[in-house]
């Protein structure tokens, strides 16, 4: 009964590859994010995504790909992947994208080599 | 530019009182939230505040005032699950949630 679940929870992997992350959410909700948390632990949303609309898409190098097959899910998608990726990527969701509470996966934990 | 400033660092110990300040600027405001999160963990949510003043829940507070652009989270009858990073965002004009640098919270017997 796992409300927001990605996949996987770590990755370890080259410089240059590409890889995806996956979100879903069983809370019906209509709003998703990505955030990404850094080793400082500053967390900083990335993209946000309403009734499988793009809503929000902050400054982030367009070798980051988000893509929204549903409004349950919300994949990450990063090519060329490089050693300042290294991070842990949370995903998020709301009722709406103007609820004050946002419920976080468990997160998947990248390291770039 | 949009910060929040909170300190990096707070000691306390269990069954004491702690607040955790969170000042505040940004381009819109519509709201203060508090998160926890422990090591290795999600952030998970802990209040909201979009009126000035006073929120309750349980052994956990949250403060507000607009004018001052200032908030803060007090936390009462510490105990050692309560040692975790905090998080105040701010909901800002695009919706978008803004989040501080975190506090990190150690509570010691």
């Known amino acids: 009964d796992t409300a927001v679940s990605q996949t996987p929870k770590y990755l370890v992997t080259q410089m240059g590859n590409d890889k995806s992350i996956k979100c879903e959410q069983n809370?019906?909700?209509?709003?998703m994010y990505w955030y990404k948390q850094d080793s400082k632990k500053f967390l900083k949303i990335m993209f946000s995504y309403n009734n499988k609309e793009l809503i929000i898409n902050e400054t982030v190098p367009n070798r980051f790909s988000p893509k929204s097959p549903d409004k349950a899910h919300l994949n990450l998608h990063i090519n060329s992947l490089e050693l300042g990726d290294s991070a842990v990527y949370f995903c998020?969701?709301?009722?709406?994208?103007?609820?004050?509470?946002?419920?976080f996966g468990p997160g998947t934990r990248l390291l770039v080599l | 530019g949009q910060s929040l400033e909170q300190p990096s660092e707070v000691t306390a110990v269990e069954g004491a009182i702690v607040q955790i300040n969170c000042t505040y600027q940004t381009s819109g405001f519509y709201g203060l939230s508090w998160y926890q999160q422990h090591d290795g963990g999600a952030p998970t949510f802990l209040s909201y505040n979009a009126l000035d003043g006073l929120e309750e829940t349980g052994r956990f507070s949250s403060f507000l005032s607009r004018s001052d652009s200032y908030g803060y989270l007090l936390l009462q009858e510490l105990q050692m699950k309560d040692s975790a990073s905090y998080f105040c965002?701010?909901?800002?004009?695009?919706?978008?949630?803004?989040f501080g640098s975190g506090t990190r919270l150690l509570v010691r017997p």
């Open positions: 965002a701010v909901r800002d004009s695009s919706y978008k949630l803004i």
């Open positions: 809370l019906g909700h209509d709003t």
């Open positions: 998020a969701s709301s009722p709406s994208s103007w609820a004050e509470t946002q419920y």
